[in-house]
Nanobody
Framework: QVQLAESGGGLVQPGGSLRLSCAAS????????MGWFRQAPGKEREFVAV????????HYADSVKGRFTISRDNAKNTLDLQMNNLKPEDTARYYC?????????????????WGQGTQVTVSS
């Protein structure tokens, strides 16, 4: 089992950058496939990015490909999401998610572990 806590959200202008972090507690973090999902008001929660336990494999939603980068540090039990060239349509609450199923698919379903989320607002 793992507990997840996100940080790093905020208000940013279009074209700007933010870095989200997820701190994980629990001994099994390094063995879990981890991901980021987001939910905008009035919309379904959607997949953003996923990373294998080793960090060797990543997949991104088409809407963020080339702009977002997912990474992890298993020694520090952290998961990050670097978001560049942000757009108003990226506005959402972003959630860290743990223990996604393997093998990793291009658009994976979520795992059972969620953080509380962090709000990202892109607006001028």
């Amino acid at each position: 089992q793992v507990q997840l806590a996100e940080s790093g959200g905020g208000l940013v202008q279009p074209g700007g950058s933010l870095r989200l972090s997820c701190a994980a507690s629990g001994r099994l973090f390094s063995s879990y496939v981890m991901g980021w999902f987001r939910q905008a008001p009035g919309k379904e929660r959607e997949f953003v990015a996923v990373i294998s336990w080793s960090g060797a494999t990543t997949h991104y939603a088409d809407s963020v490909k080339g702009r977002f980068t997912i990474s992890r540090d298993n020694a520090k039990n952290t998961l990050d999401l670097q978001m560049n060239n942000l757009k108003p349509e990226d506005t959402a609450r972003y959630y860290c998610n743990g223990d996604l199923p393997e093998p990793i698919s291009a658009v994976p379903p979520p795992g059972p572990y969620w953080g509380q989320g962090t709000q990202v607002t892109v607006s001028s």
